[in-house]
C-alpha cells in the first residue's frame, strides 16, 4: 500500500476510484459556505437536507442558504437524533417529506449529521423512487473518517446493526472541519476509535503516529484533526477501491466490529456510542489475534493502551459470552452460522478468520467488567 506523506494539504482532496461512480472527499475548514464545494446535481435540481434536532440549530440554515445559490428549490427535515431512531418509523419520515413535497428522481439528498443521518438519508436516496443522488456532510469525527465514505447504507433492526441496507455511493463527500468545534468529549473518543482502527490493519506507521499525537487529537488540534481525517479516508479510499461490496478486503475495515456490534445490539442501541463500542471491541479483537498465536501480547497490549488514551472503554458490559456469541451469529460477516473474526496478521495487516467458540468466550470473560 502507497504510503502518505505526514502533513494535510489546506483544502485536501481525497478521491475513491470507483469507475464511473468514482467521487472526492473533500477535507477542510470553512466548507460549509462554499456554494461550489457543497452542491450537486443539475442547476435546477431540487435539494432536501436530512439532519437531525441537534445538528439543525448549528449548521441547517448555514447549508441551506449555500445549496440556495445552485438548487431552485431547498427544504429541510430535522429528525430525532441517536442510534435509537435508526429504523424503519424514522426513515419513513424522510419518504413522507420527499412524496409530501413532490420531489423527483432529480432530487439531490444532503446528509448533515454524523453517522446516523448519513446511513440513513443515503439508504433513502438508494429506495427512493429507485434511486436519487446524495451528498455527504459528515458532521462528527467517526462520520468524517470512516461512515461517510464508501457508500455503506442502512438502518437496524433488533436483532442486529445495520442489517437493512444497501451499497450506495454519494456524489461526494464534505468533511468541515470546524463542525468539530461543536462535538461533546465522548464523540471525538467515539471518533477516535475509527481512526486508530486503521493502524493495525493497514498502516504500522500511522498506528505510530496516532500514539505520539493522540492526546493533541483530544484537545482537538486542526492540524492533528486535518492529518488523520486525511490519512484514515485515503486508507478507506484504497480498501473501497478495490472492493466496493465487501467481498474480501473491504472486511478489514470491521476490525473490532463483530464485538462492537454485539455490545450495541446486547445493551440497547444508543447506550453506547459506536465508536465506544468498536473500542472495546479492538481490544478482545487484538487479544484473540494474539490467543491465536498471530500477534504476541505486547503488540495487543499497545493497542489496548492507546484506545484506552483515546478516552475509550476497554472493558465490555457483561452480557454473558452465550449472549455475546449468539449476537455475533447475526454479524453480517458470519457463514452458515459460523462467527468470522477480523484479526491482525501482523502490525498493518489484517484478514478474517474464525475461531473457537471456547477461546472467544474466554477473550470476552476476560475483557468484560
Same mark, same amino acid.
Given at each position: 500500500?502507497?504510503?502518505?506523506?505526514?502533513?494535510?494539504?489546506?483544502?485536501?482532496?481525497?478521491?475513491?476510484?470507483? $469507475?464511473?461512480?468514482?467521487?472526492?472527499?473533500?477535507?477542510?475548514?470553512?466548507?460549509?459556505?462554499?456554494? @461550489?464545494?457543497?452542491?450537486?446535481?443539475?442547476?435546477?435540481?431540487?435539494?432536501?437536507?436530512?439532519?437531525?434536532?441537534?445538528?439543525?440549530?448549528?449548521?441547517?440554515?448555514?447549508?441551506?442558504?449555500?445549496?440556495?445559490?445552485?438548487?431552485?428549490?431547498?427544504?429541510?427535515?430535522?429528525?430525532?437524533?441517536?442510534?435509537?431512531?435508526?429504523?424503519?418509523?424514522?426513515?419513513?419520515?424522510?419518504?413522507?417529506?420527499?412524496?409530501?413535497? @413532490?420531489?423527483?428522481?432529480?432530487?439531490?439528498?444532503?446528509?448533515?449529521?454524523?453517522?446516523?443521518?448519513?446511513?440513513?438519508?443515503?439508504?433513502?436516496?438508494?429506495?427512493?423512487?429507485?434511486?436519487?443522488?446524495?451528498?455527504?456532510?459528515?458532521?462528527?469525527?467517526?462520520?468524517?473518517?470512516?461512515?461517510?465514505?464508501? @457508500?455503506?447504507?442502512?438502518?437496524?433492526?433488533?436483532?442486529?446493526?445495520?442489517?437493512?441496507? !444497501?451499497?450506495?455511493?454519494?456524489?461526494?463527500?464534505?468533511?468541515?472541519?470546524?463542525?468539530?468545534?461543536?462535538?461533546? &468529549?465522548?464523540?471525538?473518543?467515539?471518533?477516535?476509535?475509527?481512526?486508530?482502527?486503521?493502524?493495525?490493519?493497514? &498502516? !504500522?506507521?500511522?498506528?505510530?503516529?496516532?500514539?505520539?499525537?493522540?492526546? !493533541?487529537?483530544?484537545?482537538?488540534?486542526?492540524?492533528?484533526?486535518?492529518?488523520?481525517?486525511?490519512?484514515?479516508?485515503?486508507?478507506? $479510499?484504497?480498501?473501497?477501491?478495490?472492493?466496493?461490496?465487501?467481498?474480501?478486503?473491504?472486511?478489514?475495515?470491521?476490525?473490532?466490529?463483530?464485538?462492537?456490534?454485539?455490545?450495541?445490539?446486547?445493551?440497547?442501541?444508543?447506550?453506547?456510542?459506536?465508536?465506544?463500542?468498536?473500542?472495546?471491541?479492538?481490544?478482545?479483537?487484538?487479544?484473540?489475534?494474539?490467543?491465536?498465536?498471530?500477534?504476541?501480547?505486547?503488540?495487543?497490549?499497545?493497542?489496548?493502551?492507546?484506545?484506552?488514551?483515546?478516552?475509550?472503554?476497554?472493558?465490555?458490559?457483561?452480557?454473558?459470552?452465550?449472549?455475546?456469541?449468539?449476537?455475533?451469529?447475526?454479524?453480517?460477516?458470519?457463514?452458515?452460522?459460523?462467527?468470522?473474526?477480523?484479526?491482525?496478521?501482523?502490525?498493518?495487516?489484517?484478514?478474517?478468520?474464525?475461531?473457537?467458540?471456547?477461546?472467544?468466550?474466554?477473550?470476552?470473560?476476560?475483557?468484560? $467488567?
Amino acid at each position: 500500500m502507497r504510503k502518505n506523506p505526514t502533513s494535510m494539504t489546506p483544502g485536501a482532496k481525497v478521491s475513491i476510484a470507483l $469507475a464511473d461512480r468514482g467521487y472526492d472527499i473533500l477535507i477542510g475548514s470553512g466548507l460549509l459556505e462554499r456554494s @461550489g464545494d457543497l452542491a450537486c446535481g443539475p442547476q435546477a435540481s431540487e435539494a432536501l437536507i436530512v439532519t437531525n434536532t441537534t445538528v439543525a440549530p448549528l449548521y441547517a440554515e448555514r447549508v441551506e442558504r449555500a445549496l440556495a445559490l445552485h438548487h431552485a428549490r431547498v427544504h429541510t427535515i430535522a429528525l430525532p437524533d441517536g442510534e435509537v431512531h435508526k429504523d424503519w418509523d424514522t426513515l419513513n419520515l424522510i419518504f413522507d417529506k420527499l412524496l409530501k413535497e @413532490g420531489f423527483d428522481r432529480k432530487v439531490v439528498l444532503y446528509a448533515l449529521g454524523g453517522g446516523v443521518i448519513g446511513d440513513m438519508t443515503g439508504f433513502a436516496a438508494a429506495c427512493y423512487m429507485r434511486g436519487v443522488s446524495y451528498v455527504q456532510i459528515p458532521t462528527t469525527l467517526l462520520a468524517q473518517v470512516d461512515s461517510s465514505v464508501g @457508500g455503506k447504507t442502512a438502518i437496524n433492526h433488533p436483532a442486529g446493526k445495520n442489517m437493512i441496507g !444497501a451499497f450506495y455511493q454519494p456524489l461526494k463527500v464534505i468533511a468541515d472541519l470546524d463542525t468539530l468545534d461543536t462535538l461533546p &468529549d465522548r464523540e471525538i473518543s467515539a471518533g477516535l476509535a475509527e481512526v486508530i482502527k486503521y493502524g493495525p490493519i493497514a &498502516d !504500522a506507521d500511522f498506528m505510530g503516529w496516532i500514539e505520539k499525537n493522540i492526546d !493533541a487529537l483530544r484537545a482537538r488540534d486542526k492540524a492533528a484533526l486535518a492529518y488523520a481525517i486525511q490519512r484514515s479516508c485515503e486508507i478507506k $479510499a484504497w480498501v473501497v477501491g478495490q472492493d466496493e461490496r465487501e467481498s474480501g478486503l473491504r472486511a478489514i475495515l470491521n476490525f473490532g466490529h463483530t464485538f462492537g456490534h454485539a455490545i450495541e445490539a446486547g445493551l440497547g442501541y444508543g447506550e453506547w456510542l459506536h465508536g465506544e463500542a468498536v473500542g472495546c471491541g479492538m481490544v478482545m479483537a487484538a487479544d484473540l489475534s494474539a490467543r491465536c498465536g498471530l500477534i504476541d501480547a505486547a503488540y495487543a497490549a499497545r493497542i489496548a493502551a492507546l484506545i484506552e488514551r483515546a478516552g475509550l472503554p476497554i472493558r465490555g458490559p457483561r452480557l454473558g459470552a452465550a449472549r455475546y456469541l449468539e449476537l455475533m451469529r447475526i454479524d453480517k460477516k458470519s457463514e452458515s452460522g459460523q462467527i468470522r473474526f477480523v484479526l491482525i496478521d501482523a502490525p498493518g495487516r489484517a484478514s478474517m478468520h474464525r475461531a473457537d467458540d471456547a477461546l472467544v468466550a474466554q477473550v470476552i470473560a476476560d475483557h468484560t $467488567a
